[in-house]
């Protein structure tokens, strides 16, 4: 998702402040005779570690392009084994680039009524340097993919009309 | 299996979770100190709308049982509601890793503190998100740590009924 989309401020908490109230516990457990009572101010038992800090303005973003699949199917092929075949390319991916937090796409992808000829898009949701090139060397390394009846494979993006097939 | 005992590593749990909006450590009693913790449910500020980034969240973390080094960090995770019983959660990012070693020769019971800073963390539309801490494995993997996790709505102050 573009930048310009986003709104960037500090939430607000849901929950409203209400004062409280202060008990004086000193007649509590009276039965032990106040002498016997040590009192101070308890020690946090948790030993501090320094931490880190992480920039997520590359969360979350839609990229531009990604990579689209086409499959052919016998008609009677159930959803399931589409389904599967979806799985299995993005796990594929996933595993060759983990930095790119490749997902299915849902908005990109057609499910035709006859389910011979689908189509899936599998979008990166963290944003990178060199997108395109980094598709277009996945879109290689999954072409021959021996499970999925692949007809066609491209990477694909917004803003031109050109295209990068395999 | 290893037979040296220096090499066994046993994973930490997870006490406590709790985003903040400051937090800042004290080099003199290696502390933390947080403020303003986040609860459970937040609104946007007014006028914004989703997608949505807070500028800056604190994750204040507490572990405790584990023996040997190990790299932690905190998964946020979006959780999607399908009208099914099955919760699923999709990951929007994984923080920096912190180092913590339970020294070997300290009692198990002894509880380390630490925070994760974020900036800019989105929270692409309305509803709940997860922090989840992970241990970084050998190999490059993660694997979740038992114990607590800290869920936080984000809602639209105009959508609320």
Known sequence: MADEKWSVGRSVNAAKGIPGTTTDCSAWESDVPAEKWSVGRSVNAAKGIPGTTTDCSTWDHKPSARIVVRTTYSPDTPKEVVAKHAFVLIEKLKTLAPDLGLEYDDERSVEPPDQRRVTFAISPTRRVPDLRTRLVGLLLKVCDEPNVPISGLMVEWDDEPTRTAA | ?161
């Open chain 2, 1 to 161: 299996m290893s037979t040296d005992p220096t090499s066994q590593v046993i994973l930490p749990r997870v006490l406590l979770v709790i985003p903040v909006q400051e937090a800042v450590f004290d080099l003199a009693d290696e502390q933390w100190e947080v403020k303003q913790p986040f609860g459970t449910h937040r609104f946007l500020p007014p006028g914004a709308d989703f997608p949505f980034r807070e500028p800056e969240v604190w994750v204040y973390t507490q572990l405790q049982g584990g023996l040997g080094p190990v790299e932690v960090v905190v998964e946020f995770r979006q959780r999607l509601d399908e009208d099914t019983d099955r919760v699923s959660y999709r990951s929007v990012g994984v923080s920096a890793a912190v180092r913590i070693d339970f020294e070997r020769n300290e009692s198990r019971l002894t509880i380390r503190e630490t925070v994760f800073g974020f900036s800019l963390l989105p929270f692409r539309e309305e509803g709940t998100y997860e922090f989840r801490l992970l241990a970084v494995l050998a190999g490059g993997g993660t694997v979740p740590l038992s114990g607590v996790t800290c869920d936080l709505s984000m809602l639209h102050p105009e959508r609320r009924v």
